[in-house]
């Protein structure tokens, strides 16, 4: 362990603050798809997908939700953050071969394509999940208020803007990678 990372354990346990590992659920759903050939893939996978944005068909998303719960103690006329949970719900939606219709063309293409677009989702969920840890030690650092409704408001505001920016990431993320396709997530580049 380095000397900063000591420090910073020493200093929370010294002031009686305290944060923990952020509590995580991840599901996820599938829809199915049954393509005939290699020839017909995009299109069923297009035509099978239920998950629509703007207008737009996708074939994976990932829907995510992040929130803090806080508690705080009056000490000497000042109101002290004490301890910040973070909690983080991760809801996967993807495609799932029908077993029954496949042929080895259309897995090997499955097999190169779906792991680039499960890491392409799973980006997303790790910005929620970093989201969530960063706004527990931006929480806990809230400075002392005389008054704890003030110090609650606080944390409010800063857990909005923090859910605010978790958005702006993701779609400046989806935007550059072009959702995914630069990562290699787009099923028409292999077919």
């Known amino acids: 362990m380095n000397h900063l990372a000591a420090l910073f354990i020493l200093l929370v346990f010294l002031s009686g603050k305290a944060f923990s590992t952020p509590n995580i659920t991840e599901t996820t759903s599938y829809y199915s798809v049954e393509p005939k050939s290699v020839s017909d893939m995009y299109q069923v996978f297009m035509s099978s997908s239920p998950i629509m944005k703007e207008g737009k068909t996708y074939l ?90 003030q110090l609650n408001a606080s944390a409010e505001l800063l857990s909005k803007e923090l859910v605010e920016k978790l958005r702006q990431k993701n779609r400046l993320y989806d935007m550059r990678t072009i959702h995914g396709r630069t990562e290699g997530a787009d099923l028409q580049e292999y077919l």
Not at 84 to 108: C, H, N, Q, R, S
């Open 60 to 149: 994976g998303t990932t829907k995510w939700k992040v929130w803090w719960v806080w508690s705080w103690k009056y000490k000497n006329n000042r109101c002290y953050m004490k301890n910040v949970d973070a909690f983080v719900d991760i809801e996967y939606m993807m495609p799932k071969l029908a077993i029954k219709t496949y042929t080895a063309d259309i897995l090997f293409i499955w097999d190169k394509w779906y792991s680039r677009l499960e890491k392409h989702e799973q980006n997303h969920a790790r910005y929620a999940l970093e989201t969530a840890k960063l706004g527990q030690k931006e929480i806990l650092n809230i400075p002392s208020e005389r008054k704890c409704e």
